[in-house]
Every structure is written in structure tokens, then in C-alpha cells.
């Protein structure tokens, strides 16, 4: 399913780049501050994104019903 596809390739990517974003925030020379800032941003963000398991199980779900 197509939909299905572009869900999870974006959760995915979307996933890939916070991860990437937290590694640039620990590799350069920024004030803790801000370092603890950034990362409670990425942080939160990802916890609001769906886990790629559960959008799977809910696709099937709603799969199975129709």
C-alpha cells in the first residue's frame, strides 16, 4: 500500500534526521545550556513520533477488519 509505504519512510527518515541532529549537538562546542535544550527538544519530538512497530500492527489491524 502506498500510503502504508510513505508513513513509514517518512517516520523513518524523520527518526534518522533527530538522530543525526542530537550527534551534531554533541560534537560541537556548545554551552551545556543549549546542549540540554536541544536535546530536550529532539527528545521530545521523537517520543511524538510513531513507532514504526505499532503503525505496522495498526495497518494490519485495520486491514483485517474490512
Do not use: W, Y
Not at 517516520?11 to 551545556?32: F, H, K, P
Amino acid at each position: 500500500n502506498a500510503l502504508f509505504d510513505t508513513v513509514c519512510s517518512m517516520t523513518a527518515r524523520s527518526q534518522g534526521v533527530l538522530m543525526m541532529l542530537g550527534e551534531i549537538v554533541e560534537a560541537d562546542r556548545i554551552d551545556s545550556f543549549t546542549k540540554s535544550t536541544l536535546h530536550g527538544i529532539i527528545n521530545s519530538v521523537l517520543s511524538e513520533l510513531p513507532d514504526i512497530d505499532s503503525v505496522v500492527k495498526a495497518f494490519h489491524e485495520s486491514n483485517t477488519k474490512t
